[in-house]
C-alpha cells in the first residue's frame, strides 16, 4: 500500500536528520527572540503555508503570559505586495523587496525548499548576507543553492516533495513546542 511505503519514507528521513542540527536551529530561533531580532520565514507554494504555520505557532503558541515575543513574518503572507512585486519587478524579487523594508544585521532568515533553487529565496539569501543577517534552509536532497547560500543548512534526505514538506512542519512542531516549555519553565 503506498501509504505505508510513504511513511516509512518518512520515519527513516525523519530518523536521519541530525539531532544536533535541530538544537542548533533551536539556540538561533531562541537568541533571535531574546535579541528582539526579526525571523522571516520564506517558502514557496506548500513551503509558504509551512511558513505561515511556522509564524502561528512561534508568533502565537509560544507565548506564556507577558513573556518576551518572538519577531516572525512571512513574506509570503502579504499577497497584496507579493504579487505587486512579481507583476512589476520578477518573481525573483517577490521577497527581497519587502526584505529590503525591514531586514537588519542579525536577524535570522530561514528558507523552506523542496529544490533549494527558488529564485526568490536564493536572492534573499543574497541580500540578507550583504546585510548581515543569519541565514538558515531546510531544503531536500537536491544539491540545490541554498545549501551554500546559508549560514547553516539542515538537510533532509529525501527527493519526496510530501515528505520534505512534512519534516518543514513536524520540525517546527517540536522546536516551537521546547521553546514553549523553556519560556514557561522561565516565568
Not at 535579541?35 to 506564556?64: M, Q, R, T, Y
Not at 507577558?66 to 503572507?77: H, W
Request: hydrophobic content about 40%.
Amino acid at each position: 500500500m503506498f501509504f505505508d511505503h510513504y511513511t516509512e519514507e518518512l520515519k527513516k528521513t525523519l530518523d536521519y536528520i541530525d539531532r544536533s542540527d535541530i538544537e542548533k536551529l533551536l539556540g538561533m530561533l531562541e537568541e533571535a527572540r531574546e535579541n528582539g531580532k526579526h525571523v522571516f520565514i520564506l517558502g514557496n507554494g506548500g513551503s509558504a503555508a509551512a511558513a505561515s504555520h511556522w509564524v502561528c505557532d512561534f508568533g502565537k503558541g509560544i507565548n506564556i503570559a507577558d513573556s518576551k515575543r518572538i519577531k516572525i513574518f512571512a513574506p509570503s503572507d502579504n499577497s497584496s505586495i507579493f504579487s505587486a512585486y512579481g507583476n512589476d519587478n520578477a518573481y525573483d524579487q517577490t521577497m527581497v523587496e519587502q526584505l529590503k523594508n525591514f531586514l537588519q544585521p542579525d536577524d535570522l532568515v530561514i528558507s523552506l525548499s523542496v529544490s533549494g533553487n527558488s529564485g526568490n529565496l536564493v536572492e534573499s539569501h543574497k541580500y540578507a548576507k550583504e546585510v548581515g543577517a543569519k541565514t538558515v534552509s531546510i531544503i531536500g536532497d537536491y544539491n540545490g543553492k541554498l545549501k551554500d547560500l546559508s549560514d547553516f543548512t539542515i538537510l533532509i534526505h529525501s527527493k519526496n516533495y510530501g515528505v520534505v514538506e512534512d519534516i518543514h512542519i513536524i520540525l517546527e512542531h517540536a522546536i516551537s513546542q521546547q521553546m514553549k516549555a523553556m519560556i514557561k519553565q522561565a516565568v
